[in-house]
C-alpha cells in the first residue's frame, strides 16, 4: 500500500483475521465506469456471502467478462460470478419479470437467487410509454420502461413481484436476508447501478434517471440502514461518458473520441456514447454526495496502453503512476483498485 492510508474496515489481516466488511460500490460519473466487473472481482476476491443489487432497474447494463466469456446483464447482480454468492435485487429496483428469468436461467443461478416481494413491475404499457414522446425524443432514456414503472409505483398504482406467479419461487424478504448476513459477520456487497450525475435528485435534472442513485439510495433499495456500512467504493473511468441527452462538460466529438479510442457503445441501447476527459470537479464532488471511503479507477489501460492486463501497481509507467497520485491527491481518498483490462482479473488490487 506504501504510503496509503487505509480507511477503516477495508479487508486486511488484523491478528490474522480479515475484517469483515459490508461494502456499496457506486459510480461517480454518468455511469459505464466498470462496477460490473469491480463486483465480479471482489465477489470472488472478497469471498462476499450476499450480493445485492440496489438502483433504478433494465435500464442498467452491466458488462462482465469472465475466462473470456461476456455477460451482458441488466437484472441480476454481478457477484454471480462466485459460485456460493448469494445473489438479491432489493425492493428499491423495478424489474421487467422476463428480462430477469432470462438470464437467471442463462447463467443457472436458480438455487442462489432472490428477489423482494416489493418490487414493482415493468409492464407492456411502461415500455410502450418510454418509447416515445418527452421521454424518447428529449430525455434519450433507455426506453426500458423503468421510468414510467417508477411514476406508476409514485402513483401507488404498480404491480409487485409478489403479483408475478412467475417470481413466486424467487421472492425473499431482501432487507432481512442481508441484514443477517450483515449481522452474522458474513462479507456483504451492495451494487449499485447507473452514476452519480444521472441521479434523479443530484444529476443533471431533467437529464437524468427516475430514482437516486447515490450511495444512500442503494442502501435504501435493499433495506440497510446508514450505521451498517463499512466502504463506499467510488468507481470512477479514466474518461467521462455519458449516453443521452444533458450537458457534458469537456465533451469531444464522436470522431475525436474514436481516436482517442474512448469510443464505447451502450449495453443496453447500443447507442456510442458521448465522451470528455477525466473531470476532477465531478469527482471531488461525487466523493462528497456519496460519501466515498476509496477510489476504483477503471480502464486506465484505454489511457495508458502499456499497463493492459497488469495486476501489479509496480508495472505501471510514470505517467499512469502519476495519474493516480494526482487523484488520490485531489480526491483525498486511496486508490485502492485499477481497471487495466475489461477481464475480471485484468484489475490491481492495492489493498493487498
Ligand atoms: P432511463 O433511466 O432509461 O429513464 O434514462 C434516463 C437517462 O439515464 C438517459 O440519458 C439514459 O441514457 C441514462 N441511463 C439510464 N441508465 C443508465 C446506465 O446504466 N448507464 C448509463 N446511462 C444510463
Ligand atoms: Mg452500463
Request: hydrophobic share 40%.
Given at each position: 500500500?506504501?504510503?496509503?492510508?487505509?480507511?477503516?474496515?477495508?479487508?486486511?489481516?488484523?491478528?490474522?483475521?480479515?475484517?469483515?466488511?459490508?461494502?456499496?460500490?457506486?459510480?461517480?460519473?454518468?455511469?459505464d465506469g466498470g462496477?460490473?466487473k469491480?463486483?465480479?472481482?471482489?465477489?470472488?476476491?472478497?469471498?462476499?456471502?450476499?450480493?445485492?443489487?440496489?438502483?433504478?432497474?433494465?435500464?442498467?447494463?452491466?458488462t462482465?467478462?469472465?475466462?473470456?466469456?461476456?455477460?451482458?446483464?441488466?437484472?441480476?447482480?454481478?457477484?454471480?460470478?462466485?459460485?456460493?454468492?448469494?445473489?438479491?435485487?432489493?425492493?428499491?429496483?423495478?424489474?421487467?419479470?422476463?428480462?430477469?428469468?432470462?438470464?437467471?436461467?442463462?447463467?443457472?443461478?436458480?438455487?442462489?437467487?432472490?428477489?423482494?416481494?416489493?418490487?414493482?413491475?415493468?409492464?407492456?404499457?411502461?415500455?410502450?410509454?418510454?418509447?416515445?414522446?418527452?421521454?424518447?425524443?428529449?430525455?434519450?432514456?433507455?426506453?426500458?420502461?423503468?421510468?414510467?414503472?417508477?411514476?406508476?409505483?409514485?402513483?401507488?398504482?404498480?404491480?409487485?413481484?409478489?403479483?408475478?406467479?412467475?417470481?413466486?419461487?424467487?421472492?425473499?424478504?431482501?432487507?432481512?436476508?442481508?441484514?443477517?448476513?450483515?449481522?452474522?459477520?458474513?462479507?456483504?456487497?451492495?451494487?449499485?447501478?447507473?452514476?452519480?450525475?444521472?441521479?434523479?435528485?443530484?444529476?443533471?435534472?431533467?437529464?437524468?434517471?427516475?430514482?437516486?442513485?447515490?450511495?444512500?439510495?442503494?442502501?435504501?433499495?435493499?433495506?440497510?440502514?446508514?450505521?451498517?456500512?463499512?466502504?463506499?467504493?467510488?468507481?470512477l473511468k479514466a474518461y467521462v461518458t455519458?449516453?443521452?441527452?444533458?450537458?457534458?462538460?469537456?465533451?469531444i466529438?464522436?470522431?475525436e473520441a474514436r481516436n482517442r479510442g474512448w469510443d464505447e457503445y451502450?449495453?443496453?441501447?447500443?447507442?456510442?456514447r458521448?465522451a470528455a476527459p477525466f473531470?476532477?470537479?465531478?469527482?471531488?464532488?461525487?466523493?462528497?454526495?456519496?460519501?466515498?471511503?476509496?477510489?476504483?479507477l477503471t480502464k486506465l489501460d484505454i489511457s495508458y496502453p502499456e499497463c493492459k492486463g497488469a495486476?501489479?501497481?509496480?508495472?505501471l509507467?510514470?505517467e499512469a503512476?502519476?495519474f493516480?497520485?494526482?487523484?488520490?491527491?485531489?480526491?483525498?481518498?486511496?486508490?485502492?483498485?485499477i481497471g487495466t483490462g475489461p477481464g475480471?482479473?485484468e484489475i490491481?488490487?492495492?489493498?493487498?
Open positions: 500500500m506504501g504510503n496509503l492510508k487505509l480507511s477503516k474496515g477495508v479487508k486486511k489481516p488484523f491478528h490474522g483475521v480479515f475484517c469483515l466488511v459490508c461494502t456499496v460500490v457506486v459510480d461517480g460519473f454518468f455511469g462496477k460490473g469491480l463486483v465480479s472481482y471482489l465477489s470472488v476476491a472478497d469471498e462476499i456471502a450476499v450480493c445485492a443489487r440496489g438502483g433504478v432497474g433494465p435500464n442498467a447494463g452491466h462482465v467478462v469472465d475466462d473470456g466469456v461476456t455477460f451482458k446483464l441488466r437484472m441480476v447482480p454481478c457477484g454471480f460470478v462466485n459460485h456460493s454468492t448469494r445473489l438479491l435485487i432489493g425492493p428499491g429496483v423495478v424489474v421487467n419479470p422476463e428480462v430477469v428469468i432470462k438470464e437467471v436461467k442463462e447463467l443457472g443461478i436458480e438455487d442462489r437467487f432472490g428477489i423482494d416481494p416489493q418490487c414493482a413491475i415493468i409492464e407492456a404499457k411502461h415500455i410502450e410509454a418510454d418509447g416515445k414522446g418527452h421521454l424518447k425524443e428529449i430525455i434519450g432514456t433507455t426506453g426500458t420502461g423503468t421510468g414510467p414503472c417508477n411514476a406508476d409505483r409514485a402513483l401507488r398504482v404498480a404491480k409487485m413481484a409478489k403479483e408475478i406467479p412467475e417470481l413466486e419461487e424467487f421472492l425473499t424478504d431482501v432487507s432481512t436476508e442481508i441484514n443477517e448476513a450483515i449481522d452474522s459477520g458474513a462479507n456483504v456487497l451492495l451494487e449499485g447501478t447507473q452514476g452519480t450525475y444521472i441521479s434523479l435528485y443530484h444529476g443533471t435534472y431533467p437529464f437524468v434517471t427516475s430514482n437516486d442513485v447515490c450511495a444512500s439510495a442503494i442502501c435504501s433499495d435493499v433495506g440497510v440502514g446508514p450505521t451498517k456500512i463499512d466502504e463506499v467504493i467510488l468507481v455519458r449516453v443521452g441527452a444533458g450537458f457534458l462538460a469537456g465533451e466529438s464522436f470522431e451502450g449495453t443496453v441501447t447500443g447507442r456510442q458521448r473531470n476532477f470537479e465531478l469527482a471531488r464532488r461525487a466523493v462528497m454526495l456519496n460519501g466515498a471511503t476509496q477510489i476504483a495486476s501489479d501497481y509496480d508495472a509507467n510514470e503512476v502519476s493516480v497520485e494526482k487523484v488520490e491527491k485531489e480526491l483525498g481518498l486511496p486508490v485502492t483498485f475480471v482479473r490491481i488490487d492495492r489493498r493487498t
